[in-house]
């Protein structure tokens, strides 16, 4: 069963073609803590952009691994790309999919900030 999101406004939506998730993991990092993400990893082949291509921006930090996407109107990073030893995937923020209840989730906390 698939899952769908987007960025606060609305301009940047996308879906994801698999089982929402029970899981997800919680990072400490300087990105991720200071914006509060609860995220899962789906290998790109799984992920549509929807809508909102020509409404991205990029930000990239420490060795650039992960291509961070946010929406040039409302600011909101609703998925990120990377690659991982599996291949390339997405980083899905679960805060920006209505359907997850995040308070249901397993969450895995990542000490990001020790990388």
């Known amino acids: 069963m698939a899952y769908s999101g987007s960025c606060h406004c609305g301009a940047v939506t996308f879906t994801v073609d698999a089982d ?6 919680s990072c400490n990092c300087s990105h991720c803590g200071r914006k509060g993400f ?4 789906v290998p790109v082949d799984q ?10 921006t ?5 060795k650039h691994a992960i291509t961070h996407q946010f ?3 409302c600011g ?11 291949g390339e995937m997405r980083a899905i ?15 895995q906390k990542i000490d990001g900030a020790s990388f």
């Open 47 to 56: 992920f549509r952009l929807d809508s909102g291509a020509d409404q991205l």
């Open 20 to 25: 929402p998730p029970s899981e997800a993991m």
């Open 76 to 86: 909101t990073e609703a998925f990120a790309l990377g690659k991982s030893p599996q």
């Open 71 to 73: 929406c040039k109107t």
């Open 38 to 41: 609860i995220l899962t990893f």
């Open 93 to 107: 923020n679960l805060r920006c999919v209505p359907a997850i209840d995040i308070e249901a989730l397993t969450i």
């Open 58 to 62: 990029d930000y990239l930090f420490y």
